[in-house]
């Protein structure tokens, strides 16, 4: 607050100052002695002010005041408070308004000059609580500080202290090292003491045997006897043998025997162990051999320059194997070899189970984006699949292998002669049978041709008559209308014209009968062989099959009949020539139905027959 | 739970013929044959003064009595009673005495070791073998009974000397890299020599018959060594236990180990089974524990029985803080033994006394642990079959039977014994026990092929026939 204050205080004094020294300056001119008054005067005047405020203004000095209010007021900016006069003599008459608006403006500069005050203070007494607030914070800081400076000091000194007890530790530690030194020093020399003390004494102990044995034994001690009623037997029921060399000697060879029988025993012990370790191996080599042959040739791709060397071993190897009998031999080149190779195709193993490690990990490190390496579920798939197809094989495989044997077994060799017979007996039958349809079938054709032969002739004849009765009519015609003899070669002409257009005619009639036909023709055709495609593959039924037969052999006797008209024409033939084959083939008659439709059982059997054997 | 009659015993000697027929018993200086199957007096000998050892000859036709204090050993023939033989060692005195396979010789060991007196039944020919060593284990024969070696001490050196049993003759002598010699082992096979160092050093030397040092191992330096040495019966493993609290397994064919087993107190591998004995309520209306025994002694004082319960398994075992200032801490492995078809490997660790550990010797894994309401004083292998039989002491004595090849481990023969130290045996035939009570006199275990459990009060002896438990009374 107080520092605030010294920071206003002075530019306040200096402008006042200023304005002070400008006002003098310019009431110099007009009347110095009376600003001089007024300024003299002012000093008493805010005397005044402080002690009684009504005392400023007076009845006399209305005009002092005024005037001084108003150097008062230019001097902080105000407009003056007299009108302004015309002239310097006049005399300058107060403004109401212009005093007014001062006043105005003055208390509004007090109000706002109290309310940042106002502020002024309530932020100092803010800052105030503030600052007592750092103030107490900033003096436990400082007890904080103390406290953690001693318990420092206190640290250092329990730090100097352990340290000064560590190494007094330190020193008892290699003092009772040392000790410990001393002591052993002293046990093994006491050792040595004891140990040499001990010989000593044993000596002497041993020396008092001695003589202990030569006094009680050797006194002839009558004492010390056996009395025995008699001597028994020994155990093994041989009789004792004297002491001699020979005795030393047999001993010895029944020790080394024995130790030989020993060594012998753990020996075969051994040899076994061996022979089932060496097995093993073996075992475990074949294993290995079949394992890595299999991937010989990825790794041969990949070019793998270990890996071929090695492989090349195995294959070595492989062909080692088949010479049996070296495993039997132990000697040190063949241990060495097997030992060798085992130890080879292990690190082979070892590289590539490795190896495949690395995929398995790649693999999963990258997903599913090796394109090249079939993924497992396809592989399991297809092994399905194929173990199935083999699993279905099988099985066919095996019934045609059990028909087989009953066929084999079932039937001797005169029984599937008389079979074999008795199938070309039925089949003749059948044959024969057909053949006597055929004949019949070949006969209603004959019969059928020479009825057709027959209309064909009569129908010749009728054409015959009939053009010539044209002819007779067209000549009485033409007689009828003209009537000169020249026109008669032109009227032969006229008639070929004529006989022209007949032809015309009758080509018009045939494409009737064309468009006729084909109709008729689809009518029956299709459903026929639809039908028969249908019926065809499947079992066929004759009886399904004969009426589409017969409506198809009605609408061909139909067709036939369309045609018969048009038959000489030369167009014709080959449409004629066709719709006979399809007659052929489509015969009208129920007798052609049923032969159809054995013929078609015919095949069936047959087929049958063909599934038989 | 079957039991015959007690009978009047002193000084626990009480044995079973090798071939099974026999038991022959000591009351003073008398000594008592019975037939086994109906427990008739066969023969009773009279001995001069009493009687401190009995041992059956390998064929089960003499009987040896030895009596330290007169220095005297009288030898009684079963198939002729008047037959009589005495031994006596005169003033050199006596402390071992013992039979040689063939059962026609007798080895006694005079006072101070001086020497070894061979005396033969057949011939009057009479051997001497000087400077024995008094070890752990100083005198061992080979399974087929035709070589003895033996520990001996000269001129502050361990020797071995090797026999040959038939005629005493020496084979071979030779010098062993040992301190102090603690003990010697044959393999089943006869054909190697486990020679081990005392407990001061962890060294183990295997030789040849023909003397050849084989292989020498050693497992670690400057602290105690080997407590405990059992060869497999295959002799493919020797199995070494120390006081590291572990057991080491060694190949025949390189001797170098193949594994350790440790003996944690903290067992936290799931796959194994621990089986923890817990006691159970009064037996009475328990299917076959209700069968009433026979003897009306029995009925008051099978008050506890006891059953296995699988501990779930991070399981901590008992153990105990071994006073290491002492000469002879209990800690380490004290005992080994193997199954009899070399499969497994029962151990116990000293300073976890109520536990025994079974080892897999085919996976060579922990197999099972069986930890016992007391401390387990001797455990026995089933001659026949993968079958273990334990022995626990205190106030109690039980005795349990454990099957490693099938699933059937649990409490098949519970019993309660007010004994102070019980010792087992398992017959090689018919798959029955022995147990002895305070054995000072017995230290090896002693196959017995009769059917029956043979628990020796005090004083009294009964026979459990077809046994589940059995119970003696406290006197």
Same mark, same amino acid.
């Given at each position: 607050m107080g520092d605030w204050m010294t920071i206003t205080d002075p530019g306040l004094s200096a402008e006042s100052k200023n304005i002070s020294q400008y006002t003098s300056e310019t009431k110099m001119s007009p009347s110095s002695l009376y600003s001089q008054q007024v300024l003299c005067s002012s000093i008493p005047l805010s005397k005044n002010v402080h002690s009684f405020f009504s005392a400023f203004c007076t009845e006399e000095n209305i005009e002092q005041s005024i005037s001084y209010l108003d150097q008062e007021l230019t001097t902080f900016g105000f407009p003056s408070l007299y009108e302004e006069s015309k002239s310097k003599d006049t005399k300058r008459e107060l403004n109401i308004v212009a005093v007014l608006n001062c006043m105005n403006e003055l208390l509004v500069l007090q109000r706002k000059n109290l309310l940042a005050q106002e502020n002024v203070e309530t932020k100092n007494l803010k800052l105030g609580s503030d600052m007592d607030h750092l103030q107490n914070c900033y003096a436990k800081l400082k007890e904080q500080l103390e406290t953690s400076r001693r318990e420092m000091i206190g640290l250092q000194e329990r730090d100097r202290q352990l340290q000064c007890k560590n190494r007094n530790l330190h020193q008892l530690l290699?003092?009772?090292?040392?000790?410990?030194?001393?002591?052993?020093?002293?046990?093994?020399?006491?050792?040595?003491?004891?140990?040499?003390?001990? =010989?000593? @004494? #044993? +000596?002497?102990?041993? =020396?008092? @045997? #001695? +003589?202990?044995?030569?006094?009680?034994?050797?006194?002839?001690?009558?004492?010390?006897?056996?009395?025995?009623?008699?001597?028994v037997g020994r155990a093994d029921g041989k009789r004792g043998s004297w002491r001699t060399g020979k005795t030393e000697a047999r001993n010895e060879d029944e020790m080394y025997k024995i130790l030989l029988n020993d060594y012998e025993y753990r020996q075969k012990q051994i040899l076994m162990e061996n022979a089932e370790l060496k097995k093993v191996l073996q075992q475990m080599k074949k294993e290995m051999i079949s394992l890595l042959s299999p991937q010989k040739k990825k790794p041969r791709e990949r070019a793998d320059d270990s890996t071929g060397t090695v492989i090349s071993d195995v294959e070595e190897d492989a062909g080692e194997l088949t010479r049996e009998s070296m495993w039997d031999l132990s000697c040190e080149t063949v241990r060495e070899q097997l030992t060798n190779s085992i130890r080879k195709q292990w690190r082979i193993l070892k590289s590539h189970v490795e190896k495949l490690d690395n995929q398995v990990s790649k693999v999963h490190l990258e997903g599913f984006n090796d394109e090249d390496v079939i993924s497992r579920q396809d592989h399991e798939q297809e092994t399905e699949k194929l173990e199935l197809e083999i699993q279905q094989c099988k099985e066919m495989i095996k019934t045609q292998q059990q028909l087989l044997q009953q066929l084999a077994t079932a039937c001797d060799d005169d029984t599937t002669s008389l079979l074999r017979d008795c199938y070309l007996l039925e089949e003749k039958e059948r044959l024969k049978e057909e053949w006597s349809l055929f004949k019949e079938q070949k006969k209603n054709f004959e019969k059928e041709r020479r009825n057709f032969t027959e209309a064909a002739i009569r129908l010749g004849l009728e054409r015959k008559a009939f053009e010539e009765e044209r002819a007779s009519w067209l000549k009485q015609q033409f007689l009828n209308m003209t009537t000169f003899d020249h026109q008669n070669s032109e009227n032969v002409k006229l008639f070929s014209a004529f006989s022209g257009s007949s032809d015309r005619d009758n080509l018009i009639v045939h494409s009737r009968t064309q468009q006729k036909k084909p109709h008729s023709v689809s009518n029956g055709s299709p459903v026929c062989i639809s039908k028969l495609t249908k019926s065809l593959p499947a079992s066929p039924s004759t009886s399904d099959f004969c009426p589409t037969r017969s409506c198809v052999s009605e609408h061909s006797s139909i067709n036939v009949l369309n045609i018969t008209p048009e038959e000489t024409t030369p167009n014709q033939v080959g449409r004629e020539c066709t719709n006979q084959k399809w007659s052929i083939a489509s015969r009208p008659g129920s007798q052609e139905g049923c032969y159809s439709g054995c013929s078609l059982t015919y095949t069936n059997s047959h087929v049958e027959k063909d599934d038989l054997p | 739970m079957n039991f015959s009659e007690a009978f009047k015993l002193s000084s626990l000697l009480c044995r079973f013929s090798p071939d099974g027929k026999y038991l022959a018993s000591c009351v003073q200086y008398r000594l008592v044959v019975r037939d086994v199957s109906t427990l008739q007096i066969r023969q009773l000998y009279t001995c001069l003064d009493q009687i401190q050892h009995i041992e059956w000859s390998a064929d089960s036709l003499f009987i040896l009595c030895a009596m330290y204090r007169r220095g005297l050993v009288q030898v009684w023939s079963l198939e002729q009673p008047e037959w009589h033989c005495k031994i006596d060692e005169g003033s050199a005195g006596l402390v071992a005495?013992?039979?040689?396979?063939?059962?026609?010789?007798?080895?006694?060991?005079?006072?101070?070791?001086?020497?070894?007196?061979?005396?033969?039944?057949?011939?009057?020919?009479?051997?001497?073998?000087?400077?024995?060593?008094?070890?752990?284990?100083?005198?061992?024969?080979?399974?087929?009974?035709?070589?003895?070696?033996?520990?001996?001490?000269?001129?502050?050196?361990?020797?071995?000397?090797?026999?040959?049993?038939?005629?005493?003759?020496?084979?071979?002598?030779?010098?062993?890299?040992?301190?102090?010699?603690?003990?010697?082992?044959?393999?089943?096979?006869?054909?190697?020599?486990?020679?081990?160092?005392?407990?001061?050093?962890?060294?183990?030397?295997?030789?040849?018959?023909?003397?050849?040092?084989?292989?020498?191992?050693?497992?670690?330096?400057?602290?105690?060594?080997?407590?405990?040495?059992?060869?497999?019966?295959?002799?493919?493993?020797?199995?070494?236990?120390?006081?590291?609290?572990?057991?080491?397994?060694?190949?025949?064919?390189?001797?170098?180990?193949?594994?350790?087993?440790?003996?944690?107190?903290?067992?936290?591998?799931?796959?194994?089974?621990?089986?923890?004995?817990?006691?159970?309520?009064?037996?009475?209306?328990?299917?076959?524990?209700?069968?009433?025994?026979?003897?009306?002694?029995?009925?008051?004082?099978?008050?506890?029985?006891?059953?296995?319960?699988?501990?779930?398994?991070?399981?901590?075992?008992?153990?105990?803080?071994?006073?290491?200032?002492?000469?002879?801490?209990?800690?380490?492995?004290?005992?080994?033994?193997?199954?009899?078809?070399?499969?497994?490997?029962?151990?116990?660790?000293?300073?976890?006394?109520?536990?025994?550990?079974?080892?897999?010797?085919?996976?060579?894994?922990?197999f099972v642990v069986l930890e016992?309401?007391?401390?387990?004083?001797?455990?026995?292998?089933?001659?026949?079959?993968?079958?273990?039989?334990i022995c626990t002491g205190g106030s109690k004595v039980t005795f349990r039977c454990f099957l490693c090849a099938g699933i059937q481990v649990g409490t098949p023969w519970p019993s309660s014994v007010r004994i102070t130290s019980v010792f087992v045996s398992w017959t090689p035939k018919r798959g029955s026990t022995q147990l002895w009570n305070n054995g000072t006199a017995m230290r090896r275990p002693w196959w017995n092929p009769q059917q029956g459990l043979r628990v020796p009060g005090l004083g009294r002896t009964r026979f459990p026939w077809e046994l589940s438990g059995c119970h003696v009374p406290a006197q």
């Open positions: 290699k003092n009772e090292k040392d000790e410990v030194q001393k002591l052993q020093n002293i046990i093994a020399s006491r050792a040595t003491q004891y140990n040499h003390d001990m =010989k000593r @004494k #044993e +000596r002497e102990y041993n =020396k008092l @045997k #001695e +003589r202990l044995h030569q006094l009680v034994m050797n006194k002839k001690d009558k004492k010390i006897t056996m009395d025995v009623l008699n001597y | 005495s013992c039979w040689s396979p063939d059962g026609r010789h007798i080895l006694n060991t005079t006072e101070f070791h001086l020497r070894i007196t061979v005396w033969s039944l057949c011939t009057k020919s009479v051997s001497y073998i000087k400077y024995p060593k008094a070890c752990q284990q100083g005198v061992t024969f080979t399974r087929d009974g035709r070589y003895m070696a033996l520990a001996e001490r000269r001129d502050c050196k361990d020797y071995v000397s090797i026999f040959v049993c038939s005629d005493w003759q020496l084979l071979r002598h030779f010098d062993t890299d040992t301190q102090d010699l603690a003990g010697i082992e044959w393999a089943p096979n006869g054909c190697v020599l486990a020679v081990w160092d005392t407990c001061l050093e962890y060294k183990i030397l295997l030789y040849s018959l023909d003397g050849r040092l084989l292989s020498a191992y050693c497992a670690y330096e400057w602290s105690l060594g080997i407590k405990s040495v059992a060869w497999s019966p295959s002799s493919q493993f020797l199995a070494v236990g120390s006081y590291d609290g572990k057991v080491r397994l060694l190949n025949h064919v390189t001797w170098k180990m193949i594994t350790e087993f440790g003996h944690p107190a903290a067992i936290n591998n799931p796959k194994i089974v621990v089986y923890k004995e817990a006691e159970k309520g009064p037996p009475l209306g328990l299917g076959r524990l209700s069968f009433p025994p026979p003897l009306p002694l029995a009925a008051p004082l099978s008050a506890s029985e006891s059953k296995y319960e699988i501990a779930s398994v991070p399981v901590s075992l008992q153990t105990l803080k071994p006073a290491t200032d002492r000469a002879n801490p209990r800690m380490g492995v004290g005992m080994l033994a193997f199954s009899a078809d070399s499969y497994f490997l029962a151990t116990r660790n000293d300073n976890v006394p109520n536990t025994v550990w079974v080892w897999d010797i085919q996976k060579l894994r922990l016992q309401l007391a401390p387990v004083r001797s455990f026995l292998w089933d001659p026949q079959q993968p079958r273990l039989a």
